[in-house]
């Protein structure tokens, strides 16, 4: 993970109006968020694993899932999931009438070292985003 710094650290905006913003430039709020906090992510790349942007917030006026929510922009960072080659040996399975089976593979370092060739990608994504941000 590598923190960067960032003039959106700090801001308060309302979520729904970040999402109609974030979204047409490619971030999707990050599975990983509760009625608190949460965070877009933005995709970097997906070899070797999944290279994102993320821009994690937390509410400062009622619940992620609110409407009218008001949330706080965090320190931004950039975050590498590296991922196993093979088939996972903790798979999941259960019976309730049907099998099911847990097809994804837990993550080999879920905060793998970022490569420094998406630093300078991750920086200039975040300037693209505090333009969009600040300006609107």
């Not at 590498?80 to 093979?86: D, K, L, P, R, T």
Request: hydrophobic residues 35%.
């Amino acid at each position: 993970m590598i923190a960067l710094e960032s003039k959106l650290e700090g801001q308060t905006y309302q979520l729904y109006k970040l999402e109609q913003i974030l979204k047409p430039l490619g971030y999707d709020i990050g599975g990983n968020w509760d009625y608190e906090t949460g965070s877009f992510d933005y995709k970097i790349d997906d070899k070797e694993g999944y290279q994102f942007l993320r821009l994690p917030f937390e509410a400062v006026s009622g619940q992620l899932d609110a409407k009218g929510t008001m949330v706080r922009i965090g320190t931004p960072y950039l975050l590498s999931h590296v991922y196993q080659e093979n088939l996972d040996d903790n798979v999941n399975t259960f019976t309730a009438g049907f099998t099911s089976l847990d097809q994804f593979s837990e993550p080999k370092d879920p905060d793998g070292k970022v490569d420094e060739k998406y630093v300078d990608v991750g920086k200039a994504l975040l300037r693209e985003l505090e333009d969009a941000l600040i300006t609107s």
